[in-house]
């Protein structure tokens, strides 16, 4: 089970951090990767991460935006910074996680941003 949070109403220009903590039978996590959807658009990748620290991040983002890690606490988090009216969406975080010789993509619930002009 995957639970997003730190969502919120921020005006342009500002930072909110989110979290997404696994929990359940975890032994360790492939991957993890968060994306977003507006209102009226399709889910579109913000950034991922893999297990061993490499990342990956939209241009739209790219030094605005974090993605990092906690291993032992089996959590992702995003740093936004300088944000944008655009931003607005609500966040889903994922992880890849390992099931005998397969990777198995989890979900989360979503987390709402919407920043203010």
């Known amino acids: 089970q995957l639970q997003a949070s730190g969502g919120g109403l921020v005006q342009a220009g500002g930072s909110l951090r989110l979290s997404c903590a696994a929990s359940g039978s975890i032994f360790s996590i492939n991957a993890w990767g968060w994306y977003r959807q507006a209102p009226g658009k399709q889910r579109e990748l913000v950034a991922t991460i893999t297990s061993g620290g490499s990342t990956n991040y939209a241009d739209s983002v790219k030094g605005r935006f974090t993605i990092s890690r906690d291993n032992a606490k089996n959590t992702v988090y995003l740093q936004m910074s300088s944000l944008k009216p655009e931003d607005t969406a609500v966040y889903y975080c994922?992880?890849?996680?390992?099931?005998?010789?397969?990777?198995?993509?989890?979900w989360g619930l979503g987390t709402q941003v919407t920043v203010s002009s």
């Open positions: 994922n992880a890849d996680i390992p099931r005998g010789s397969v990777s198995r993509r989890y």
